[in-house]
């Protein structure tokens, strides 16, 4: 079973910044497009980014385009999420998840069904 590992999360004003790492022990990201989702309280699951393998394209819900910034160091088998300017609606658990049906992410779009593997999530709350 393979089981991604998201790392970085915590408590942070609002303004601030933190960076969400995503590895995958024993598995290999590069090849495969590898999405962030999120989680806040009585909400569905939410796409936030998407980033491909075969040229590094990222694509970005509305709600975060700007503020953060996927990235990925395949030499690492780690894919990153940068955000800044947190804002308290940020607020939420985030997952990482791989995509395996692709090596690049179909435009911003984050369709939650066609990601195989998933972490367990990292808690992000961002006060005011």
């Known amino acids: 079973q393979v089981q991604l590992v998201e790392s970085g999360g915590g408590l942070v004003q609002a303004g601030g910044s933190l960076r969400l790492s995503c590895a995958a022990p024993?598995?290999?990201?590069?090849?495969?497009?590898v999405g962030w989702f999120r989680q806040a309280p009585g909400k569905e699951r939410e796409g936030v980014s998407c980033?491909?393998?075969?040229?590094?394209?990222?694509y970005y819900a509305d709600s975060v385009k700007g503020r953060f910034t996927s990235s990925r160091d395949n030499a690492k088998n780690t894919v990153y999420l940068q955000m800044n300017n947190l804002k308290p609606e940020d607020t939420a658990v985030y997952y990482c998840?791989?995509?395996?049906?692709?090596?690049?992410?179909?435009?911003?779009?984050?369709?939650?069904?066609?990601?195989?593997?998933w972490g367990r999530g990292t808690q992000v709350t961002v006060f005011s």
């Open positions: 024993g598995f290999t990201l590069e090849h495969y497009a």
């Open positions: 998840a791989a995509n395996t049906m692709r090596s690049r992410c179909p435009g911003p779009i984050f369709t939650r069904h066609e990601y195989d593997y």
């Open positions: 980033i491909s393998y075969s040229d590094s394209s990222t």
